[in-house]
């Protein structure tokens, strides 16, 4: 059974950094990352990154965000730096597995403060 759980989230002031973790557990995994869903908004892409590295970001987090794995552990982390009110949003850790299903995990809230 494929299991995503999160942990990091919580309050921050404008300016401030979080770091996300997301351990996995259940299979082997492509492609690991993080996604967000504002109120009232549809769930958007933070980043991604492949087994072998490769990373994947949006405009709108690129320069302040930054998605690395630890392979051995089947762990994704997002480092977020320069938060901003507009980053406030549930996180949500995504891997899909060498067999092309995706999962998501429960979701961690993000609050950035002005």
């Known amino acids: 059974q494929v299991q995503l759980v999160e942990s990091g989230g919580g309050l921050v002031q404008a300016g401030g950094s979080l770091r996300l973790s997301c351990a996995a557990s259940?299979?082997?995994?492509?492609?690991m990352g993080w996604y967000r869903q504002a109120p009232g908004k549809e769930r958007e892409l933070v980043a991604t990154?492949?087994?072998?590295?490769?990373?994947n970001y949006p405009d709108s987090v690129k320069g302040r965000f930054t998605v690395s794995r630890d392979n051995a552990k089947n762990t994704v982390y997002l480092q977020m730096n320069s938060l901003k009110p507009d980053d406030t949003a549930v996180y949500y850790c995504?891997?899909?597995?060498?067999?092309?299903?995706?999962?998501w995990g429960k979701g961690t809230l993000v609050t950035v403060s002005s």
């Open positions: 995504n891997a899909v597995s060498v067999f092309g299903t995706a999962y």
């Open positions: 259940g299979s082997m995994f492509s492609i």
């Open positions: 990154i492949t087994s072998r590295g490769r990373t």
